[in-house]
């Protein structure tokens, strides 16, 4: 039994049917508040599963925690929940603070109430896996080396900073009370499900609309992209092996520009769904105007988690993207149901000339 916070979202949806794919016999309970990013489609293949309990609710509900806990038992807690676009933050940065800050510290409060009433064996198994970001990292010169763990943090953005903040609640639960905290900082994650407000999704799916592929400023922020499924093994490996207490950072070893994204995401749609007239769809890449302290560079050096725990990516970034836009190709419906006014009134507000 385990509880999954923001399990209808992009990676936790992911990450709740694998392992209801891995582990059959395994319960779920999955704790969402459906914002404009979660979407209960995701989950749509577990309607007939008996073991995945859907709750729909908000982290910052400590009563509805508490009692998910009594009632569940789970020997993990794996939180995904977060408001988590750059973007939004800058626009609206008290739902992050609410969210990330405010909700992380009553899970762990409730986590720790609840840790604390187990008998010695459970609390000897029970997991806390909190799920953060490189961006709480600030941003690396061209040639820096990648980040490590012990990088200091140093978020620019509303986002980072509430991600940061929700770090050290977590370090600090699990050395002043003892719960048995893991945290893992991932970079750039794409893959099926992605709500299409974030770089991949929206290039595919503007392509296909003949519409204006969006780049921020000059296109040479560099990230590194790391395929969904490859995160969610990560998360399942610190689970199983983690040390306490402990950070491991979860890369995909695919440093790109963000304009080099979009020119394969082209190539490939040339290939696979060409257009009519023959032309390629890097013809619709148009530059925009670029947001307010947008970071140069996120870089991960993922040794710890290779050395200690034996996991690295599967996917490189051209298998990956490959896998991604044929999911978007092959899923129309889905992408109609979650593009709702209120996405289009935040293209028309975020990517303006």
């Not at 509880?3 to 694998?18: D, K, M, P, Q, R």
């Not at 309990?53 to 998910?68: N, P, R, Y």
């Not at 921020?216 to 610190?238: K, N």
């Not at 257009?275 to 970071?295: C, E, M, N």
Request: some cysteine; glycine content about 8%; aromatic content about 12%.
């Amino acid at each position: 039994m385990i509880l999954v916070t923001g399990g209808a979202g992009f990676i936790g949806s992911n990450f709740v049917l694998e392992y209801a794919a891995l582990h059959p016999g395994a319960a779920i309970v999955n704790l969402d508040k459906l914002t404009y990013a979660g979407n209960f489609s995701n989950l749509e293949s577990l309607r007939n599963y008996p073991k995945h309990h859907f709750v729909h609710g908000d982290i910052c509900d400590a009563t509805l925690v508490d009692q998910l806990l009594a009632q569940y038992q789970p020997e993990a807690i794996v939180h995904f929940a977060a408001e988590s676009h750059v973007d939004r933050s800058i626009h609206t940065p008290g739902d992050f603070l609410q969210t990330n800050i405010v909700g992380s510290f009553t899970l762990l409060q409730c986590a720790t109430r609840y840790w604390n009433s187990l008998d010695e064996g459970r609390r000897t198994n029970f997991r806390f896996l909190h799920v953060s970001t490189d961006e709480v990292f600030g941003s690396l010169s061209r040639d820096a080396p990648a980040f490590t763990e012990t990088h200091p943090y140093e978020p620019n953005s509303p986002y980072s900073a509430s991600k940061a903040a929700s770090d050290h609640l977590a370090r600090a639960w699990h050395h002043t009370y003892g719960l048995p905290v893991l945290t893992t900082n991932c970079s750039n994650n794409y893959g099926p499900y992605q709500f299409p407000e974030k770089l991949i999704p929206l290039v595919i799916t503007h392509a296909l609309e003949g519409r204006p592929l969006p780049i921020y400023g000059d296109g040479q922020q560099v990230r590194d992209w790391l395929y969904v499924s490859d995160h969610c093994d990560a998360i399942r490996v610190v689970l199983a092996r983690g040390h306490l207490g402990e950070t491991y950072n979860i890369g995909g070893n695919a440093e790109m520009t963000n304009l080099a994204v979009v020119e394969q995401i082209c190539t490939m749609l040339d290939e696979l769904r060409p257009k009519a007239d023959g032309s390629s769809y890097r013809s619709q890449i148009s530059f925009v105007r670029d947001r307010p302290g947008h970071d140069r560079r996120y870089a991960m050096n993922i040794e710890k988690a290779k050395r200690s725990l034996g996991w690295q990516p599967r996917e490189s970034f051209e298998s990956g993207i490959r896998k991604t836009i044929l999911w978007y190709l092959e899923h129309a419906q889905w992408l109609s149901q979650v593009r709702s006014g209120e996405y289009l009134q935040w293209l028309q507000t975020h990517y303006r000339p």
